[in-house]
Nanobody, 123 residues
Framework: QLAESGGGLVQPGGSLTLTCEAS????????IAWFRQAPGKDREGIAC????????FYRDSVNGRFKISKDDRRNRGSPAMTGLNTGDTAVYFC??????????????????WGHGTQVTVSS
């Protein structure tokens, strides 16, 4: 089971760090990805970190602003998000799966999902 936290309301240009905590399984065995879904839009993958943590992949729209990490000792993963803009408003989901596939990961590659946390960027 995965559970996200850390969402909320933030002003444009602000920062948030989300957390994905796992129970029942060890995240060290999985790649972790973050997806988001804005109202009326498809769910999109925004970042992925490999099982060992050595490789990260980012969607172009968040590259340079978001930094994904995983802490296997604490069994959690996080994206640190900076320079937020209104286009980042969405429900954010974490997912655990077999790999990032050199950045070509998709929904179906991940078997475990959290319920999501809302991020709203607004002045």
């Amino acid at each position: 089971q995965l559970a996200e936290s850390g969402g909320g309301l933030v002003q444009p240009g602000g920062s948030l760090t989300l957390t994905c905590e796992a129970s029942g399984d060890k995240l060290e065995w999985y790649a972790i990805a973050w997806f988001r879904q804005a109202p009326g839009k498809d769910r999109e993958g925004i970042a992925c970190i490999s099982m060992a943590g050595g490789n990260t992949f980012y969607r172009d729209s968040v590259n340079g602003r978001f930094k994904i990490s995983k802490d296997d000792r604490r069994n959690r993963g996080s994206p640190a998000m900076t320079g937020l803009n209104t286009g980042d408003t969405a429900v954010y989901f974490c997912a655990a799966g077999g790999g990032c596939y050199e950045g070509r990961y998709q929904h179906a590659d991940f078997s475990a999902w959290g319920h999501g946390t809302q991020v709203t960027v607004s002045s």
